[in-house]
Nanobody, 117 residues
Framework: QVQLAESGGGLVQAGGSLRLSCAASGTIFRLNAMGWYRQAPGKQRELVARITSGGDINYADSVEGRFTISGDNAKNTVYLQMNSLKPEDTAVYYC???????????WGQGTQVTVSS
């Protein structure tokens, strides 16, 4: 039905930047929301940032002011610009799309982000 392809993870020093991308393919007539989650070793998956089709955005407190989420509905793509990265941002990052016609969430395969001190 829907496939998500993530890119942009990697290793960066503290204070550096990375940009994640996630593109959805398949039969998608309308998205309700796109977002990014992350999961660090031994921790639960947590919301990083989310954007709705109406343009409403929310961020986790820990990334507010450092990360920026944006979406391109025409391309079914969501981006996460991450600046001023900290070692505690190290995690596997997953993109998430909620597709209205299927009434369900879809997840990317995850991309590793490692921030060295």
């Amino acid at each position: 039905q829907v496939q998500l392809a993530e890119s942009g993870g990697g290793l960066v020093q503290a204070g550096g930047s990375l940009r994640l991308s996630c593109a959805a393919s398949g039969t998608i007539f309308r998205l309700n929301a796109m977002g990014w989650y992350r999961q660090a070793p031994g921790k639960q998956r947590e919301l990083v940032a989310r954007i709705t089709s109406g343009g409403d955005i929310n961020y986790a407190d820990s990334v507010e002011g450092r990360f920026t989420i944006s979406g391109d509905n025409a391309k079914n793509t969501v981006y996460l610009q991450m600046n001023s990265l900290k070692p505690e941002d190290t995690a596997v990052y997953y993109c998430n799309f909620y597709v209205v016609i299927y009434s369900r969430d879809y997840w990317g395969q995850g991309t590793q982000v490692t921030v060295s001190s």
